[in-house]
């Protein structure tokens, strides 16, 4: 089993920023893409941003301009900086992975998720 750790949530008022972290266990073999979700109340999950083991990223539209996701590969984590947060941007954010764990078993893995509400 694979366990990400993610830290950073909290409470910001609107227009502030918050920094996530997640960090996937050292001996993991290879890390394909990591990638940041979140889930409002009564809302289904959706992707926010992703990165690959190369760099590339991809953002959701609403997150475009504010968000940036980054990863450090030497350490097994990825980032997301979250800036101009708004309302609607409260919801859990979880943090998802690809990795190769052995030459012969790949799975997808998530962490517990972090709070993140913004309020005035």
């Known amino acids: 089993q694979v366990q990400l750790v993610e830290s950073g949530g909290g409470l910001v008022q609107p227009g502030g920023s918050l920094r996530l972290s997640c960090v996937a266990p050292a001996n993991i073999v290879i890390i394909y893409s990591m990638n940041w979700y979140r889930q409002a109340p009564g809302k289904q999950r959706e992707l926010v941003a992703s990165?690959?083991?190369?760099?590339?990223?991809n953002y959701a539209d609403f997150v475009k301009g504010r968000f940036t996701i980054s990863r450090d590969n030497a350490k097994n984590t990825v980032f997301l900086q979250m800036n101009s947060l708004k309302p609607e941007d409260t919801a859990v954010y979880y943090c998802?992975?690809?990795?190769?764990?052995?030459?012969?078993?790949?799975?997808?893995?998530w962490g517990q998720g972090t709070q993140v509400t913004v309020s005035s």
């Open positions: 990165v690959t083991s190369g760099g590339s990223t």
């Open positions: 998802n992975a690809d990795v190769r764990i052995s030459s012969s078993q790949r799975g997808n893995y």
